[in-house]
């Protein structure tokens, strides 16, 4: 399986897509990517605890995560459940996803009334390299988003609009040094508190804490290469002191930069 992690002129990107495997008996593993997941249960049944909170789910229905969500999967011991999933990102998907009745809130939806849904799954050109396959796959995933934008419409678009444009904005300048939660508001020309509001209501988290959770996911990519040392990576991210990049990245991935980069090549740089 691969991932495409430098295409960004299409804004509806499909990374990767699986199922799960019919051997596994049980299962209980943890994520978290800046990216969504849409999971589609084909059989048995299981818990999707997101942040904290928990969700059981069963043949039929689906689920999505969120970027920067903790996620844990567990399959239940009697009746493990079997499920397809397709992981994308993108401010086009984005956009689709806001149409929908998912929210990290309400990340669950029932079963959507249609023969072999579960085909729609099955995005072939997913991950790969060449352009017009990458258009192919976000077509096909447009076409998967489409239906539950279809059954289960969103009953409030407005909010999720802000947050968008919001989240957007921050994924292309989290690099500057200089942006902050003020600069978000300015550019959405909305006051900052119903701004925040309005963000943790559709993402979870305040904004500050998604411009970190983006720095520091584009940090744990470049911390994988030892040429590139820890104060470069954190200036690269848009942090101008590389204490306080350590103690954020330590806050939110559990271990320091050096930590990470020490399990991840096995040596300290």
Same mark, same amino acid.
């Given at each position: 399986? =691969?991932?495409?992690?430098?295409?960004?002129?299409?804004? *509806?990107?499909?990374?990767?897509?699986?199922?799960?495997?019919?051997? @596994?008996?049980?299962? !209980? =593993?943890?994520?978290?990517?800046?990216?969504?997941? @849409?999971?589609?249960?084909?059989?048995?049944?299981?818990?999707?605890?997101?942040?904290?909170?928990?969700? /059981?789910?069963?043949?039929?229905?689906?689920?999505?995560?969120?970027?920067?969500?903790?996620? *844990?999967?567990?399959?239940?011991?009697?009746?493990?459940?079997?499920?397809?999933?397709?992981?994308?990102?993108?401010?086009?998907?984005?956009?689709?996803?806001?149409?929908?009745?998912?929210?990290? +809130?309400?990340?669950?939806?029932?079963?959507?009334?249609?023969?072999?849904?579960? *085909?729609?799954?099955?995005?072939?050109? *997913?991950?790969?390299?060449?352009?017009?396959?990458?258009?192919?796959?976000?077509?096909? @995933?447009?076409?998967?988003?489409?239906?539950?934008?279809?059954? #289960?419409?969103?009953?409030?678009?407005? &909010?999720?609009?802000y947050a968008i444009l919001a989240r957007n904005y921050i994924e292309k300048n989290?690099?500057?040094?200089? #942006?902050?939660?003020?600069?978000?508001?300015?550019?959405? +020309?909305?006051?900052?508190?119903?701004?925040? =509001?309005?963000?943790?209501?559709?993402?979870?988290?305040?904004?500050?804490?998604?411009? &970190?959770?983006?720095?520091?996911s584009k940090a744990e990519v470049l911390l994988i290469d030892e040429n590139i040392?820890? +104060?470069?990576?954190?200036?690269?991210v848009g942090f101008t002191d590389q204490m306080y990049f350590s103690k954020v #990245?330590?806050?939110? =991935?559990? !271990?320091?930069?050096?930590? /990470?980069?020490? +399990?991840?090549?096995?040596?300290?740089?």
């Open positions: 399986m =691969r991932t495409n992690l430098d295409y960004n002129a299409i804004n *509806c990107v499909c990374l990767a897509n699986g199922k799960r495997a019919e051997n @596994l008996e049980n299962e !209980q =593993r943890q994520i978290i990517r800046d990216t969504y997941t @849409l999971y589609y249960i084909t059989s048995g049944r299981g818990m999707v605890t997101i942040d904290g909170i928990g969700f /059981f789910v069963s043949a039929g229905q689906s689920f999505l995560t969120f970027p920067f969500s903790n996620v *844990c999967l567990e399959a239940d011991s009697d009746f493990p459940w079997e499920y397809s999933w397709v992981e994308f990102r993108g401010l086009e998907a984005a956009w689709l996803v806001s149409q929908t009745y998912f929210s990290k +809130k309400h990340p669950v939806v029932e079963k959507i009334p249609v023969n072999n849904f579960e *085909c729609l799954f099955n995005i072939e050109d *997913c991950g790969a390299d060449a352009t017009f396959a990458q258009c192919r796959a976000g077509g096909k @995933l447009i076409i998967l988003l489409s239906y539950y934008v279809e059954h #289960f419409p969103c009953k409030d678009s407005e &909010n999720t609009s989290y690099r500057n040094p200089e #942006f902050n939660v003020q600069s978000v508001a300015n550019h959405i +020309k909305i006051d900052r508190t119903y701004l925040y =509001r309005l963000f943790k209501e559709e993402t979870g988290m305040s904004v500050i804490d998604y411009i &970190n959770n983006c720095r520091i040392s820890i +104060k470069d990576v954190a200036y690269s #990245f330590k806050k939110l =991935r559990g !271990q320091t930069p050096t930590e /990470f980069r020490r +399990k991840n090549n096995g040596r300290y740089i």
